[in-house]
């Protein structure tokens, strides 16, 4: 009765869900409207849709709720009722390796093939390898902050004290369980940014150099900018962003770090910005670009479900325009620092190619930041200098 009541609760909010916003948004408006639910339906209701997206589109063609009961072993290491009911074998298994689970599901259903969990394959970077990435969509990622190295002792104690799992990736980067509530803990926000582990690697390629002039020219809420700030306090910024919102949330960010040397402006870099750029010449760019966000889809997995890979093709369109846009704003034999959250070649190194070919830019190096190895997100970094 009690596995009937969870399947009907999670059935319905599958049904309810059309992937056009983001699940977690999806959730919290549908636990809104839906006050009958209780804590325990919503905690339920919440592990078993985003394990059954973990899925992917593996295993397609069966029953819902077999496909559930896959997924839900393949995530968690604690026994839920739909495992307990419909995988009586695999059960006294659930505390194994991923790896040791996906060998156990293969062999008591062949149908079922890791490749199809991404079914983007021949999309991605070269530099992917296939196998760990895959298996990566079955762990969640975890919660990384960046932190003031003055500061990293006493933060790690109070995250201790309070029961965190926290782990010390380095002198200036924490890693904690998903969902730990960090502002209720530590409500002083100056001495730490909560960023992807990748996202703070991306600072090792901007190497500025004193009192450069540097424009994060998609900055949205400014993560990128204050780990340059971090790197270099005496960098004057200039920071533009299509959204004037994400910028309001960038002035509030940078107040809270400190971060008072800066000029904003809201600009479509698909657009002539020559009125409001002309005499701009920048000693280093940051191009965060807009991009299909596929190397973050472990903290997303609906998308594997619902992404339409046409979408790719626009994505790279958007960032070889704003890239030719840009470039000429950037003085000779100074970096332009290209990213993106995504694993697609298409918006990697087919973009880079693009570059290479048709604009003023050598490339110096490009990688793609391997975050599936460490509970953290996918991206891809090339750095150009202008010639
Ligand atoms: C990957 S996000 C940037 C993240 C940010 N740099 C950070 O570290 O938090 C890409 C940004 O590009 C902006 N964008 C998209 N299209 C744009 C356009 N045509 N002109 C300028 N910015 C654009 C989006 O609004 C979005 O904020």
Known sequence: MRLEHQIRAFEQVFKNYDGTQPLHRFLFTYFKQHKQMGSSDRRWATRYIYSFFRLGKALINEDTTLRLAIADFLCNHTLSLVVEEKLPNLKEHINLSVQEKIALVTSEFPAFKLSEVFVFNENLSK?????DFYESFFIQPDLFIRVKSSYINQLVKTLKDAEVAVEEISKTTLALPNGTKLEQIVPAQQY????????QKTGNF???????????CCAASGGKSLLLHDLEPSVQLLVSDVRENSLNNLEERFREAGLKKYQKKVLDLLQNNDQDLHHYEFDGIILDAPCSGSGTWGRTPEMLYYFDSHKISYFSKLQTAIAANVVKYLKSGKPLVYITCSVFKQENEEVV??????LPLELETMEVIKGYKDKADTMFIARFIKK
Do not use: R
């Open 127 to 131: 530099e992917v390898e296939k196998q």
């Open 206 to 216: 901007f190497k500025p150099q004193t009192w450069d002039y540097w424009w994060d």
């Open 353 to 358: 190619a693009w570059i290479e070919e048709n």
């Open 192 to 199: 730490y940014q909560i960023q992807d582990l990748s996202s």
